[in-house]
């Protein structure tokens, strides 16, 4: 297709204090083969001197928009962009990842020749100072069961697709009530809609890893609140489970606390370990075997701990 006719792309950046990678980001945007794109950074009240560099990247090349608000985090953020977005597909790219050159043009060659409302493709998670993850290309969800799929795991990160505006429009965007897990909210909210997807089976996205300690200091708050996100999507839709009976159905929603519980246990994520199993043991997700970890995870949270490293010591 040629590049001066092909419908164009929204770009949309939050960016909140990310001043050390996000000229990085607009780079890659920059250096992309397809040409027709806008970029709408969304500076979520940073107080570092991420305005002023996208602001200067912005009168080097006009394509480039800068919106502002308070901080409110990144979701906001992005529904803001998408409301001022012009372009007939949008991609989502935050401010301290990076795409592969080739993104924008093999995502949009595959709508386009497809008809797809959406496409996806593999990425690759890269860990600073560390080792990196391998690169992972996605299954074709359409030739699986999909519901079922879906509800296991967040299908791909945000940066790895490229859907149809009026697509995320149907859905109204992103949700905001479950912070850590709105991503995979708006995929399930989308499949619920338009089933009309196509994967590009090469690793085009990559996501910087910053802190493997941050991310686990939280995971709690996220194995939660996708298990509500998954949770929400069934009893919304209870036509796209029905071939499913109704113990599958249970077991991939509640199934990852129990999972998720023993994973952060083994990384001595203790905070984690202790709400997980609390949460397993409240809404009868466990099995008797559990119990040698459920029980103990009602004491006080030091008394749990001190149980736990008393084990180490002991083993």
């Given at each position: ?15 909140h ?18 040409r ?14 991420s ?51 080739t ?27 560390g ?7 996605p ?8 519901f ?5 795991s ?95 159905v ?45 029980l ?20």
């Open positions: 297709m040629n590049q001066n006719t092909a419908s164009q792309i929204s770009v949309i950046m939050p960016c204090n990310a001043a050390t990678y996000i000229a990085e980001a607009i780079g890659s945007v920059r250096n992309q083969t397809f027709n794109w806008e970029l709408i950074v969304v500076d979520d009240g940073s107080s570092d001197d305005p002023e560099i996208v602001t200067r990247l912005a009168q080097e090349d006009g394509r480039i928009r800068l919106l502002r608000q308070e901080n409110q985090g990144p979701y906001p953020a992005r529904n803001l962009g998408l409301r001022h977005a012009q372009g007939e597909y949008v991609a989502f790219l935050d401010a301290d990842d990076w795409w592969d050159p993104f924008l043009e093999k995502m949009h060659r595959a709508v386009g020749e497809t008809g797809a409302d959406l496409a996806y493709c593999g990425w690759q998670n890269v860990v600073e100072d080792e990196n993850r391998p690169p992972y290309v299954p074709d969800y359409l030739q699986e069961d999909l079922a799929r879906l509800l296991k967040c299908p791909w990160p945000i940066h790895a697709a490229l859907t149809h505006r009026k697509a995320l429009e149907a859905v109204g965007g992103f949700s905001t009530r479950c912070f850590s897990s709105m991503d995979y909210d708006l995929w399930l909210r989308s499949a619920a809609h338009t089933r009309k997807w196509v994967r590009v089976p090469e690793v085009l996205a990559y996501y910087r890893w910053h802190d493997k300690g941050q991310i686990s200091a939280v995971k709690w708050r996220q194995v939660l609140e996708a298990w509500r996100v998954r949770r929400d999507f069934v009893a919304r839709h209870p036509d796209l489970v029905a071939h499913l009976s109704r113990p599958q249970r077991q991939l929603i509640d199934d990852p606390i129990r999972e998720q519980a023993y994973q952060a246990l083994w990384r001595r994520d203790l905070k984690s370990a202790q709400k997980l199993f609390r949460t397993t043991l409240r809404h009868h997700v466990w099995q008797w075997r559990d119990l040698k970890y459920l103990p995870s009602l004491l006080p949270a030091p008394l749990f701990e001190n149980l736990i490293h008393r084990r180490d010591s002991a083993a």
